[in-house]
């Protein structure tokens, strides 16, 4: 059966996954406060105030069990699930008259579309789901997630960071559909930076049965079960985009970027429009996933390596727990250099043995004080090209300084003083009940 968001709420509606909001919540900061305080429960708003002609999803990713659900996987597995979608495309499927033309609108009119304000200081209402889809003809497809910033009627501001659609439109396609309101396994293909002519349409369609149809006014491949699609083109008009609040959890500064302009506004009926909730779990799970799998990858070729976490005190974005079987006294040290090979952001990486939970900071944190001897373990990388987020570094340059610890036990030195001590397990309920 094909893959679609409607189809995924509804099981998850069965399962007793899913929140429902009945009462109308507003697009002014009351829809992502309940998202924040309901994390990780996905939750459906049946009514918002401003737009009652759309329902809205958010949190559909924000818990890894249900997004390994939706494509079929276990969250232990998702890594190895997107190396392998990556290594084996999909083909994709197309078909005629699909449901996301249900409702055309020749003369659009963005404001009619549920933008939220998510931050004090966010400069306009955003749309944050929106995931614009670009051809080139030497490259193919490119899908990549862009925060849309509402300017008028017929015009929104990306931001476009300097990766692949950045080139495309250099190279002259400024031809685009923006998709919001998808399903888990594009959602997660649209998340992942590989090598630029990887199409992770056909990237979606091996993670799912995600089918595609042409859009009207371009011709353009748009997942055909998608709630809502803008067709539009990118102009040469650059206009102020941001502040706005990203992953981290601080503004992004505001910078000069394009206007796409509009010209038709295709859905389905009924729409369900789509947030994904700034510095969210969900956020962190699909800016962080595809990082994990490359940077697992990665350090698998220099030793073995066990799991890769993005911490979610980092954003899910800045800093590695690396956990792997060390055999050679410079294992830990590759895996960090590999790390860093595996995520240009990456700021600082922690390197750990097998005995170490990695979802557990404080765990983590004992391995930095009982393993580590900083003169020895830690590797300072001075002047490096990292994430254009963080606001300690050079925003524009993007430099700052790396680091990396290795806090696995050294092999020079008798194991049994770095384990930890075990006190053996009683039942204690047999202690705290009368008998
Ligand atoms: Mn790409």
């Known amino acids: 059966m094909e893959a679609s968001l409607r189809a995924l709420l509804n099981k998850l509606e069965n399962e007793g996954k899913i929140i429902t909001v009945e009462k109308p919540a507003s697009v002014k900061f009351e829809i992502p406060s309940i998202l924040k305080k309901l994390e990780p429960k996905p939750v459906i708003f049946e009514k918002i105030a401003e737009h009652p002609d759309f329902k809205l999803v958010g949190n559909l990713c924000a818990d890894r069990s249900i997004l390994a659900e939706a494509i079929n996987t276990s969250p232990q597995e998702l890594k190895t699930k997107i190396i392998q979608a990556l290594e084996n495309p999909g083909e994709k499927k197309i078909i005629e008259d699909p449901p996301c033309q249900e409702v055309v609108i020749d003369e659009p009119d963005l404001t009619r579309l549920p933008f939220i304000w998510t931050g004090l200081r966010d400069r306009a209402p955003y749309t944050t789901a929106s995931i614009i889809i670009a051809y080139d003809k030497e490259y193919g497809y490119n899908a990549s997630y862009h925060r849309l910033m509402l300017l008028d009627k017929n015009k929104v501001v990306p931001r476009i960071v300097p990766r692949h659609l950045y080139k495309y439109i250099e190279r002259g396609c400024r031809e685009v559909a923006i998709t919001i309101g998808n399903h888990p396994a594009f959602m997660l293909a649209a998340s992942i930076t590989s090598r630029i002519e990887v199409d992770e349409l056909s990237v979606a369609s091996s993670l799912s049965e995600i089918r ?200 020079i030195i008798e194991k049994e003083r770095f384990q930890k001590a075990i006190i053996p397990k009683v039942d204690v309920e047999r202690f705290l009940k009368d008998v």
Request: with cysteine.
């Open 212 to 411: 595609y149809a042409r859009t009207l006014t371009n011709n353009l491949l748009v997942p055909a079960e998608c709630e809502v699609v803008l067709e539009g083109y990118v102009t040469d008009e650059y206009v102020d985009e941001g502040p706005f609040l990203d992953i981290l959890g601080t503004y992004d500064i505001v910078r000069k970027e394009r206007v796409i302009e509009i010209r038709c506004i295709t859905m389905r009926k009924n729409p369900i429009f789509q947030y994904i909730l700034p510095a969210g779990y969900e956020h962190k799970n699909l800016m962080g996933l595809p990082r994990e799998a490359t940077i697992f990858y990665e350090v698998s070729r220099v030793c073995e390596c066990l799991d890769v976490r993005l911490t979610p005190g980092s954003g899910g974005w800045l800093n590695a727990i690396v956990k792997i079987r060390k055999k050679n006294e410079e294992d830990g040290r590759k895996a960090i250099e590999a790390a860093f090979k595996g995520h240009e952001s990456l700021k600082y990486v922690v390197v750990v043995d097998e005995d170490i939970d990695i979802d557990n900071p404080e765990e983590v944190e004992w391995a930095i004080s009982t393993r580590t001897q900083l003169d020895r373990d830690l590797i300072i990388k001075p002047s490096e090209k990292g994430s254009s987020l963080d606001p300690s570094a050079d925003q524009i340059t993007r430099l700052t300084c790396k680091a990396g610890i290795d806090a696995t036990i050294p092999t």
